[in-house]
């Protein structure tokens, strides 16, 4: 993995995070805990699929989609 490839998915990750905590009223720690054990991260991390290239909300949405199901 690059280091674009790296700062790509922290960023999103991030952008997430921030978004979780803000629409589920979470503070940072459950908000991380919920992203990073959720497939969408899992996705997000694994370059083959290229989701690191997608927009923040993009990934948002994919995450939304699954805690929803």
Avoid: H
């Avoid at 922290?10 to 805990?33: G, Q, T």
């Avoid at 497939?39 to 994919?62: C, H, Q, R, W």
């Amino acid at each position: 993995m690059s280091k674009t490839q790296e700062w790509c998915i922290m960023f999103i990750s991030e952008s997430l995070i921030s978004s979780i905590m803000s629409d589920a009223k979470l503070n940072r720690l459950p908000a991380m805990d919920a992203f990073y054990k959720s497939n969408t991260f899992k996705k997000l991390s694994d370059i083959k699929t290229g989701l690191y290239t997608e927009s923040p909300a993009y990934v948002y949405d994919m995450y939304k989609e699954e805690i929803q199901n």
